[in-house]
């Protein structure tokens, strides 16, 4: 349901981030951008061994990143739009909870975040 709301004219970024086989183990993370019902970028990047945590921060900072270096992609873009399945990150993104782990990366993935505003909602 929320996912049919995203206007056609905003941009909609998928994350997902994991460790496998064990947590820690080998560790990655993948977005998917899309504008409108077009998907128009794949990213990937293996991490190593850690946990699906980082797996799962490090990916909406890749998305962010991607967004914000593309700054030709943000013209006359209305929202950006993540969605996770990492209620953990998502509340820690978003202030709701004190995530200690990572602070550095943390940091870095909400100044990615606070650069996109700069061109729309996120």
Do not use: K
């Not at 909609?12 to 993948?30: D, I, K, L, M, R």
């Not at 980082?54 to 006359?76: N, R, V």
Request: hydrophobic residues 45%; charged residues 15%.
């Amino acid at each position: 349901a929320m996912i049919a709301r995203v206007p056609v004219d905003a941009y909609t970024t998928y994350t997902v981030g994991s460790a496998a086989p064990t947590n820690p183990g080998q560790c990655g993370a993948g977005a998917a951008i899309r504008r409108g019902h077009d998907f128009f970028i794949d990213l990937s990047q293996p991490l190593g061994h850690d946990t699906n945590n980082i797996g799962e921060l490090w990916t909406i900072g890749m998305g962010a990143y991607y967004l914000t270096t593309h700054p030709e992609l943000l013209a006359d873009i209305c929202a950006i739009f993540f969605f996770s399945d990492s209620r953990l990150m998502v509340d820690a993104v978003n202030g709701v909870i004190l995530y200690r782990s990572e602070p550095a990366l943390l940091a870095l993935v909400l100044t990615h975040l606070a650069a996109l505003r700069a061109y729309a909602p996120v």
